[in-house]
């Protein structure tokens, strides 16, 4: 059987795990919010609210749809992939504010935690008939003052040749195409794994309902997930892309960034080569 024949995730199904996912990785968070923060931001996104009905000129109708499309992403477990997709960009841009050196992009949904640890040079775990073309991905890990940066580690994840992401789709196993890999003592690193393909929002959900409805393309570019790194450094959470891929200039969660686009160049063996340099600053 080839990867083709398996079937597709739901939009239930992934909502499910990515919200199950959430839950586990912020248990231990939930930090007090200052109630003038609260007071203060949740206003001015509800005078946003306001604001759209009025210019708009809402109807009862059009309320009503909005609720009930409301109620379905919460029973959906949406909320994650929803607010990832459309949001979670503009949080990074204010984050980024204050990161020097390789430019950062959203987590995502997507992101197990505790992954197997491959030294370098690593092949991430995939199926024995895993399609796609081959990629052999290296470079470096600099501090600002460009010095190898020793002890570093690339957590790395990423969808297969159908988009889809393992822990989040059926019939892929745990761990597929993700690991952890540990740079060697000059911060290089070379990670052999396939291209993916583009990722398409579950098109069954609530999500791809809105996307259907106001006629936007539900798709992302082609990416590698990447955080990277190493003791007495700030880790950078970012996303790598593909020079000429589709949806480069349209991607739905509107987190490309020209400055990491990876342009994998074909070689003898058949193989796709690409290189990229990170730069980590040091931690406050
Ligand atoms: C979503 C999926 C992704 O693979 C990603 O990188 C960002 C967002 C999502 O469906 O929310
Ligand atoms: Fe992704």
């Known amino acids: ?18 919200t199950e996912s959430f ?56 909320w994650p992939l929803f607010l990832d ?15 020097q050196g390789t430019k950062g992009s959203i987590l995502g949904p997507y992101y197990l935690p505790g992954q197997r640890r491959l030294p370098s040079p690593a092949t991430l775990p995939q199926r024995p008939d ?29 969808a297969d040749e159908q988009g889809y992401y393992s822990g989040f789709a059926p019939d892929i196993p745990d761990g597929n195409l993700r690991g952890v890999v540990a740079a060697d003592d000059t911060g290089r690193f070379e990670i052999t794994t396939v291209r993916p393909a583009p990722y398409q929002i579950p098109t069954d959900g609530p999500t791809g309902a809105l996307c259907a409805a106001a006629g936007w393309e539900p798709w992302r570019p082609a990416h590698l997930h990447l955080l990277v790194r190493a003791p007495g450094h700030r880790q950078i959470t970012t996303q790598l892309y593909f020079q000429g891929g589709e949806w480069l200039d349209a991607d739905i969660a509107g987190a490309t960034k020209p400055e990491l686009v990876l342009d994998p160049q074909p070689q003898a063996d058949g193989r796709l080569r690409a290189e990229y340099d990170f730069v980590l600053e040091p931690v406050a």
């Open 1 to 18: 059987m080839t990867t083709t024949e398996k079937h597709s995730p739901t939009a239930a199904g992934s909502g499910a795990s990515a």
């Open 23 to 78: 839950r586990r990785a912020s248990a231990e968070g939930g930090a007090a919010v200052d109630p003038q923060r609260v007071d203060a931001v949740v206003r001015a996104v509800l005078e946003g609210v306001h604001a759209a009905i009025r210019t708009h000129e809402v109807t009862y109708a059009e309320f009503q749809a909005a609720k009930k499309w409301l109620i379905e992403v919460g029973e959906g477990g949406e």
């Open 85 to 99: 997709v459309f949001v979670e960009h503009v949080v990074e841009e204010v984050a980024a504010e204050t990161q």
């Open 130 to 158: 895993e399609g796609g073309t081959p990629l052999v991905f290296t470079g470096q890990v600099r501090d600002v003052d460009g010095n190898p940066v020793a002890g570093a580690e690339l957590d790395i994840w990423q």
